[in-house]
T-cell receptor, first 112, second 114 residues
């Protein structure tokens, strides 16, 4: 059974810093891995999707990498801004293309 | 494109009543819809997967008689929380996809049972 963990659980940084969020999964037979952002009391916003055959994806200040062999993904946020404050979730989708297994999330606070 | 809506966004009900939450794919036909539940300060957990026209597949530990899922059309799935109790208070999110394609998430429904 796939298990997804995220480290750290919470992170507080000053504005302008670059930061890395970590995601680990136990079963490397994934279809894809996706990073989401969740604002308090809100739904999910998809940030980046990495297919199992890809190593990384970039969108603006965000870069996500995937290493299936080690069961890891990282989300790199460059030049953080207070508006980046949110909970970041990673989710692994199984090889049959069905449901996601979500990590517990990293709560990020970027201080002005 | 690929917008998924949920209604209502918030609902407060008395214990013992039933609550229906709708999930709609607005601009595409979703063959598969997923229902997730999020407990406070915890991650999302899949409750069930539903394919249009067939019975939903529930995850272990999810009571199918309590959480009724209907996926009657390619654009609508409903989750009914029957005889709701305070412990059912949670944030419910649906997602929709075309077969094994990208999942698009709804904005979520916050349920508070008094």
């Amino acid at each position: 059974k796939q298990e997804v963990t995220q480290i750290p659980a919470a992170l507080s940084v000053p504005e302008g810093e670059n930061l890395v969020l970590n995601c680990s999964f136990t079963d490397s037979a994934i279809y894809n891995l996706q990073w989401f952002r969740q604002d308090p009391g809100k739904g999910l916003t998809s940030l980046l999707l990495i297919q199992s055959s890809q190593r990384e994806q970039t969108s603006g200040r965000l870069n996500a990498s995937l290493d299936k062999s080690s069961g890891r993904s990282t989300l790199y946020i460059a030049a953080s801004q207070p508006g980046d404050s949110a909970t970041y979730l990673c989710a692994a989708r199984d090889n049959y293309g069905q449901n996601f297994v979500f990590g517990p999330g990293t709560r990020l606070s970027v201080l002005p | 494109g690929a917008v998924v809506s949920q209604h209502p966004s918030r609902v407060i009900c008395k214990s013992g009543t039933s609550v229906k939450i709708e999930c709609r794919s607005l601009d595409f036909q979703a063959t598969t819809m997923f229902w997730y539940r999020q407990f406070p300060k915890k991650s999302l957990m899949l409750m069930a997967t539903s394919n249009e026209g067939s019975k939903a597949t529930y995850e272990q530990g999810v009571e199918k008689d309590k959480f009724l899922i209907n996926h009657a059309s390619l654009t609508l799935s409903t989750l009914t929380v029957t005889s709701a109790h305070p412990e059912d208070s949670s944030f419910y999110i649906c997602s929709a996809s075309i077969w094994e394609g990208t999942q698009y998430f709804g904005p979520g429904t916050r349920l508070l049972v008094l």
